[in-house]
């Protein structure tokens, strides 16, 4: 897939439903290959912009998930991982819900990829900016009959790390029909239900935080850990639909 923006053409990389084989709750009921999504990676608006961002080590993605399933359970992402920084700690993101609605599944590992510390499942609307905390994987799932878009900026230093959702076939939930399936190969506690709540300094263009310093978290996330006490919020789960 194209788009232009001011001009410039960007080329998708397209993930294909084969692709995701390796991370379904049922592979076998995968019959016919389709586009799952479209990731546009390495976006920019101007060449000053595309100087700026290489300067500040920084990345501009949109993702295009199309809407749809495999078997019983809902489009979504490959999932991954991030390297660590140093002193335990990964590289954080944040994304935007340009158009539709998200389930993201973020999980964090402790010794080994199987035994979970902590889950935390975000419902996110067109127009908020979810943070993704060091240390946290994150799958997003298209739940619903339209195409998810969204942006996202990350730190280019590194490449993401998917041999932990290969190894346990995916995140420590799957989203289906008729709701949340444990994947049973893993040690998991509860999860949390939340909606995002990113700080106020947030708000605005998602594209013109880096004209602002408030995207340096990104690079050097032990700069202002506390910025991620506070990203999301609980919710009650009987209301979520
Ligand atoms: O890398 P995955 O798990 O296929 O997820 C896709 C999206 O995640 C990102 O790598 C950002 O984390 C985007 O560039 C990409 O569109």
Redesign the pocket.
């Known amino acids: 897939m194209e788009i232009e923006i001011n001009g410039r053409r960007f080329t998708s990389e397209t ?1 294909f439903a084969f692709d995701l084989k390796p991370v379904l709750k049922n592979p076998e009921e995968l019959e016919e290959n389709f586009p799952a ?1 479209e ?3 390495d976006v920019y608006f101007s060449e000053e912009d595309r100087e700026l961002i290489l300067n500040k080590r920084l ?1 501009y ?3 295009f998930t199309n809407p749809g399933k495999i078997g019983d359970e809902f489009i979504k ?4 991982y991030h390297p660590e920084i140093g002193d335990g700690i990964t590289y954080p ?1 944040i994304y935007e819900i340009i158009e539709g609605r998200a389930i993201f599944v973020l999980q964090k590992h402790g010794e080994s990829f199987g035994e979970i510390e902590d889950v935390v499942i975000v419902y996110a609307e067109e127009g908020d900016k979810i943070i993704i905390p060091p240390n946290y994987g ?3 799932i298209n739940p619903t009959d339209n195409m998810i878009k ?1 942006a ?1 900026w ?1 730190c280019r230093d590194f490449s ?1 790390i ?1 041999d932990p ?1 290969k190894q346990m076939r995916g995140g420590v939930y799957y989203y289906t029909i008729n709701g949340w399936v444990k994947n049973e190969r893993y040690n998991a506690p509860e999860p949390k239900f939340v909606k995002p709540k990113a700080p106020k300094e947030f708000k605005g263009s998602m594209y013109d935080l880096i004209k602002t310093d408030r995207l340096d978290f990104l690079v050097d996330p032990t700069q202002n850990m506390d910025l991620f006490e506070e990203v999301f919020e609980e919710i009650d789960h009987d209301l979520v639909k």
């Open positions: 993930r999504y990731m546009f990676r990345r993605d949109y993702t992402t490959f999932g991954h993101e994150h799958v997003m969204t996202n990350v993401s998917y959702y």
